[in-house]
T-cell receptor, first 114, second 112 residues
Framework: KQEVTQIPAALSVPEGENLVLNCSFTDSAIYNLQWFRQDPGKGLTSLLLIQSSQREQTSGRLNASLDKSSGRSTLYIAASQPGDSATYLCAVRPVGNQGGKLIFGQGTELSVKP | ETGVTQTPRHLVMGMTNKKSLKCEQHLGHNAMYWYKQSAKKPLELMFVYSLEERVENNSVPSRFSPECPNSSHLFLHLHTLQPEDSALYLC???????????FGSGTQLSVL
């Protein structure tokens, strides 16, 4: 059974710091991995999607890497800003699932202090 | 705005009530999902509809009843819920061949 774990559960950093969020998964048979952002009481916004054949994806100050064989992904946020404060979720899409369902981690709650 | 709209945003109901959650997308997507997000727990997939057919029911109690009348609309009918069903219910959609899920803002449900 696929399980996704995110460490740390919560993180507080001063503005301007570079930071790394971690995601691990137990079964390397995945189609892709996605990172989402969730603001309090809101839905999820997709940030980056990495296909299983890819090693990383970049969007602005965000860079996500994937090491499928070791079951790990990282989300790197450069020059953090207070507006980056949110919960960050990673999710994998297992191979062999017709419905395209995602298995989510519990998230990392990020607080960036001005 | 993600193009996926959920109503109502907030709902308080008693255990004997019947209510429905609504999800609407005008993105031309052909797959729609219901997820449950409880406090301090990962999102749990409840139902998946593809081309208006239910393709997955993730062992959800029968007090939750989904309906997908067309590819743009998805409902979750609720009856005789329990307090532990209180959670944020999220709807998502995905296009044919697409990889990303687009989520609505959710319905925050409280069962008293």
């Amino acid at each position: 059974k696929q399980e996704v774990t995110q460490i740390p559960a919560a993180l507080s950093v001063p503005e301007g710091e570079n930071l790394v969020l971690n995601c691990s998964f137990t079964d390397s048979a995945i189609y892709n991995l996605q990172w989402f952002r969730q603001d309090p009481g809101k839905g999820l916004t997709s940030l980056l999607l990495i296909q299983s054949s890819q090693r990383e994806q970049t969007s602005g100050r965000l860079n996500a890497s994937l090491d499928k064989s070791s079951g790990r992904s990282t989300l790197y946020i450069a020059a953090s800003q207070p507006g980056d404060s949110a919960t960050y979720l990673c999710a994998v899409r297992p191979v062999g699932n017709q419905g395209g369902k995602l298995i989510f981690g519990q998230g990392t709650e990020l607080s960036v202090k001005p | 705005e993600t193009g996926v709209t959920q109503t109502p945003r907030h709902l308080v109901m008693g255990m004997t009530n019947k209510k429905s959650l609504k999800c609407e997308q005008h993105l031309g997507h052909n797959a729609m999902y219901w997820y449950k997000q409880s406090a301090k727990k990962p999102l749990e997939l409840m139902f998946v509809y593809s081309l208006e057919e239910r393709v997955e029911n993730n062992s959800v109690p029968s007090r939750f009843s989904p309906e997908c009348p067309n590819s743009s609309h998805l409902f979750l009918h609720l009856h005789t819920l329990q307090p532990e069903d209180s959670a944020l219910y999220l709807c998502a959609s995905r296009g044919r061949g697409g990889e990303k899920l687009f989520f609505g803002s959710g319905t925050q449900l409280s069962v008293l």
